[in-house]
């Protein structure tokens, strides 16, 4: 990433200092390191099953997957109605 955004993690967005006075910079980044660390405490505190990594992310995967296949299945219905229109 840029010099000027700050990875996240998981549930903790990107911090983005583009338009922020330099001299918040150093403050800004440690208190986002700090939320990161309080938020990696907070979620090992938590069942499994309702861990970040157990819910929003295996969502995203899912959705990822019907995606895939949807894509696939409207290829292959657009080549056999391309073939069944184009056959001489």
């Known amino acids: 990433m840029s010099n ?8 903790i ?3 983005d200092l ?3 006075d330099k001299k918040y910079h150093k403050t800004m980044i440690m208190e986002h390191k700090k939320n990161i660390k309080d938020y990696k405490l907070e979620q090992e505190k938590l069942p499994i099953h309702l861990r ?4 929003i992310i295996k969502v995203e995967k899912q959705l990822q997957l019907e995606d895939y296949h949807r894509r696939k299945r409207l290829k292959k219905e657009q080549e056999e109605k391309y073939k069944k229109y184009n056959v001489s």
């Open 18 to 20: 583009t338009n922020i």
């Open 52 to 55: 970040y990594e157990n819910t």
């Open 13 to 15: 967005m990107p911090l």
């Open 4 to 11: 000027n955004i700050i990875d996240g993690y998981n549930g």
